[in-house]
């Protein structure tokens, strides 16, 4: 946590660094945050000792994360077991991913409090959760304040998340769970910020978390930003094998080939992610549609001027 409060306040880049936390923390939280427990019946993380999550949330959990329908997984969290912090900070991203900063707020600390309740129980969770929580207040905070007026706000909470991952490593530092959660958080912050290793987190992801579409997909992620183009199109191939008509994992395979300057292989990626666009928020539906088009044009050699245009315009069109 030091390097990262003397990273901020080091020189004039202060500002800079603090907006790739904040893309840590967006693609945490539409990635990480909820991949923090699975019932008893199904618990993809743990062979031995499964915990109990309630059956709307495990079943909210599946659509999110192995399909890729946001539309059916708020559909399920509207019902979803209310002691369970699981919920609401699935809600919250959710909520983060429709830009509805209010209910992220409002979730967010319900699962930070539920998971203080949880604690009594379940101390591992527990703490877990309220990590979680911490992480999710500092990112409303800096979606609605801004940079100047967040920073001190998120800066403690950062602290605190990692206070409370500590706490967990503690108890159980093989946890499937913690390994799965920090891996995501790791990496994330690797990434964007120039003082955390990104293999380590690597690393952690292919040890110890699961199930492979998460973990795979997560990987991929980090190699994709890292510009390690072979590696990352290895790692969604292996997520698409376990979740084939997942959206997300469709709409990353065509960045990977964009990225790797695979314009024309990319289409079909976009198309078949877009094929799906009534169960994704309309934002994300919309950001492909932008990147697919932008694609298009870089096939068809239209100049970047004019394809910004078309693209602006096809997507200001009435569907």
Same mark, same amino acid.
């Given at each position: 946590?030091?390097?990262?409060?003397?990273?901020?306040?080091?020189?004039?880049?202060?500002f800079?660094?603090?907006?790739?936390?904040?893309?840590?923390?967006?693609?945490?939280l539409?990635? *990480?945050?909820?991949?923090?427990?699975?019932?008893?019946?199904?618990?993809?993380?743990?062979?031995?000792?499964?915990?109990?999550?309630?059956?709307?949330?495990?079943? *909210?959990?599946?659509?999110?994360?192995?399909?890729?329908?946001?539309?059916?997984?708020?559909?399920?969290?509207?019902?979803?077991?209310?002691?369970?912090?699981?919920?609401?900070?699935?809600?919250?991203?959710? *909520?983060?991913?429709?830009?509805?900063?209010?209910?992220?707020?409002?979730? *967010?600390?319900?699962?930070?409090?539920?998971?203080?309740?949880?604690?009594?129980?379940?101390?591992?969770?527990?703490?877990?959760?309220?990590a979680v929580?911490?992480?999710?207040?500092?990112?409303?905070?800096?979606?609605?304040?801004?940079?100047?007026?967040?920073?001190?706000?998120?800066l403690?909470?950062?602290?605190?998340?990692?206070?409370?991952?500590?706490?967990?490593?503690?108890?159980?530092?093989?946890?499937?769970?913690?390994?799965?959660?920090?891996?995501?958080?790791?990496?994330?912050?690797?990434?964007?910020?120039?003082?955390?290793?990104?293999?380590?987190?690597?690393?952690?992801?292919?040890?110890?978390?699961?199930?492979?579409?998460?973990?795979?997909?997560?990987i991929?992620?980090?190699?994709?930003?890292?510009?390690?183009?072979?590696?990352? =199109?290895?790692a969604?191939?292996?997520?698409?094998?376990?979740?084939?008509?997942?959206?997300?994992?469709?709409?990353?395979?065509?960045?990977?080939?964009?990225?790797?300057?695979?314009?024309?292989?990319?289409?079909?990626?976009?198309?078949?992610?877009?094929?799906?666009?009534?169960?994704?928020?309309?934002?994300?539906?919309?950001?492909?549609?932008?990147?697919?088009?932008?694609?298009?044009?870089?096939?068809?050699?239209?100049?970047?001027?004019?394809?910004?245009? =078309?693209?602006?315009?096809?997507?200001n069109?009435?569907?």
């Amino acid at each position: 946590m030091s390097s990262i409060r003397k990273s901020f306040h080091a020189d004039g880049r202060s500002f800079v660094l603090f907006k790739r936390v904040s893309v840590a923390i967006a693609t945490t939280l539409a990635l *990480a945050l909820p991949l923090l427990a699975a019932p008893v019946q199904a618990d993809p993380f743990r062979r031995t000792n499964p915990r109990t999550v309630g059956d709307r949330t495990e079943a *909210a959990f599946r659509e999110l994360f192995q399909r890729g329908n946001y539309t059916e997984a708020g559909r399920l969290l509207q019902t979803a077991e209310r002691n369970e912090p699981l919920a609401y900070a699935l809600k919250a991203s959710l *909520a983060y991913l429709n830009q509805d900063y209010n209910r992220m707020g409002e979730n *967010a600390r319900l699962t930070r409090e539920t998971a203080e309740r949880l604690v009594q129980t379940d101390e591992l969770r527990g703490n877990l959760y309220i990590a979680v929580g911490h992480f999710l207040e500092g990112a409303h905070t800096f979606t609605t304040q801004g940079t100047v007026a967040a920073t001190p706000t998120v800066l403690s909470k950062l602290q605190q998340v990692f206070d409370y991952l500590g706490r967990v490593e503690r108890i159980n530092p093989n946890d499937p769970e913690l390994n799965l959660i920090k891996g995501y958080m790791d990496l994330m912050l690797a990434v964007n910020l120039p003082f955390t290793d990104a293999n380590a987190a690597i690393q952690r992801l292919q040890n110890n978390a699961g199930p492979d579409y998460l973990t795979y997909r997560g990987i991929a992620i980090g190699y994709r930003d890292l510009r390690q183009n072979d590696k990352a =199109l290895e790692a969604i191939d292996r997520a698409l094998r376990e979740a084939p008509n997942n959206p997300d994992l469709l709409y990353l395979k065509a960045q990977i080939l964009v990225r790797g300057q695979r314009d024309r292989e990319s289409l079909e990626f976009f198309r078949q992610a877009l094929e799906r666009r009534a169960q994704l928020p309309r934002t994300l539906a919309n950001q492909i549609a932008w990147e697919q088009c932008r694609a298009s044009n870089r096939v068809n050699q239209v100049d970047d001027t004019t394809s910004r245009q =078309l693209c602006r315009a096809q997507l200001n069109r009435p569907s």
